[in-house]
């Protein structure tokens, strides 16, 4: 079965600062890499995805990169503000199959 | 749109006893609804996909007879844990996916289940 990786486990930075947090898969099948926030106790919130047939994706200041020959994804964030602390996870899909999660990185933006 | 509802919020039950966790997709038909447990810290794990009139697919590891799953309708799944345990507390999520949605691959959330057994 699938199986995915996500580093850092934690990451702190500076306010302003950027972000970078990894995944990497294992079934080449997977087609779609989404991206979730999820504050405590509530649910993961989608804040950017990407599909197969495309390399990068930006949404202000979100972006997201796919390698697929890598089996590799990451999920950017510039201009770092305090309301970006969370846990996110990356997750691996594809159409008619669950989501598998990576582990989850809890990042910490300082003022 | 794509709102997804889970009731209860959170649940407090005495060790032995059942609790019922219902998912509902609130705007949209979901013909696959999807399971997961989490536990403090953790992430999310699968426990089983439901589909709309026909049993569920459970995941390895997960008891089908204790984590019962009903489909019965395109905007409703339900979850009973039958006889609950201390250690099945934590946090339910159910997720569904839209039957008409042009990708079929786009998962939404539920706000989830905190169960506490005593």
């Known amino acids: 079965g699938e199986n995915v990786e996500q580093h850092p486990s934690t990451l702190s930075v500076q306010e302003g600062d950027s972000a970078v947090i990894k995944c990497t898969y294992s079934?080449?099948?997977?087609?779609?890499f989404p991206w979730y926030k999820q504050e405590l106790g509530k649910r993961p919130q989608l804040i950017i995805d990407i599909r197969s047939n495309v390399g990068e994706k930006k949404d202000q200041r979100i972006a997201v990169t796919l390698n697929k020959t890598a089996k590799h994804f990451s999920l950017h964030i510039t201009e770092t503000q305090p309301e970006d602390s969370a846990v996110y996870f990356c997750?691996?899909?594809?159409?008619?199959?669950?989501?598998?999660f990576g582990k989850g990185t809890t990042l910490s933006v300082s003022s | 749109g794509a709102v997804v509802s889970q009731h209860p919020s959170w649940v407090i039950c005495k060790s032995g006893t059942s609790v019922k966790i219902e998912c509902r997709s609130l705007d949209f038909q979901a013909t696959t609804m999807f399971w997961y447990r989490q536990f403090p810290k953790q992430s999310l794990m699968l426990m089983a996909t439901?589909?709309?009139?026909?049993?569920?697919?459970?995941e390895q590891g997960v008891e089908k007879d204790k984590f019962l799953i009903n489909h019965a309708s395109l905007t409703l799944s339900t979850l009973t844990v039958t006889s609950a345990h201390p250690e099945d507390s934590s946090f339910y999520i159910c997720s569904a996916r839209d039957r008409v949605a042009g990708f079929t691959d786009t998962q939404y959330f539920g706000p989830g289940t905190r169960l506490t057994v005593l």
């Open positions: 439901s589909n709309e009139g026909s049993k569920a697919t459970y």
């Open positions: 997750a691996v899909g594809q159409a008619g199959t669950a989501l598998i």
């Open positions: 079934d080449s099948a997977s087609n779609y």
